[in-house]
């Protein structure tokens, strides 16, 4: 099972941008699809974009489309989230989240099994 460690969260400006990178433990990175989730203060964790295991396909929430690009490097154990054009309802603690599933979108929580300890993003506006 892979061990998931996000960073490059930060305060950015509205409009900004931020590029969050998870990295992973193991040798089997590429056997996992990939997801961005995040929860606001007194907020659900909400699904923010998937990618699958070869990076050949992704999904995103509507609220992000256009606005973000998830990327991986299975080389380097690592899934990118660029975030452009920040809003402060952008601000939240963005989780990694790992499944072993594959083959269509997962936006559920209880589809992944292996999480990170989460990235702070705060958009000030």
């Known amino acids: 099972q892979v061990q998931l460690v996000e960073s490059g969260g930060g305060l950015v400006q509205a409009g900004g941008s931020l590029r969050l990178s998870c990295v992973a433990s193991?040798?089997?990175?590429?056997?996992?699809?990939v997801a961005w989730f995040r929860q606001a203060p007194g907020k659900e964790r909400e699904f923010v974009a998937q990618?699958?295991?070869?990076?050949?396909?992704?999904y995103y929430a509507d609220s992000v489309k256009g606005r973000s690009t998830i990327s991986r490097d299975n080389a380097k154990n690592t899934v990118y989230l660029q975030m452009n054009s920040l809003k402060p309802e952008d601000t939240a603690v963005y989780y990694c989240?790992?499944?072993?599933?594959?083959?269509?979108?997962?936006?559920?929580?209880?589809?992944?099994?292996?999480w990170g300890q989460g990235t702070q993003v705060t958009v000030s506006s």
């Open positions: 193991g040798r089997t990175f590429s056997l996992y699809t």
């Open positions: 989240a790992a499944s072993r599933g594959g083959g269509r979108r997962y936006e559920q929580i209880g589809e992944y099994d292996t």
């Open positions: 990618i699958s295991k070869s990076g050949t396909n992704t």
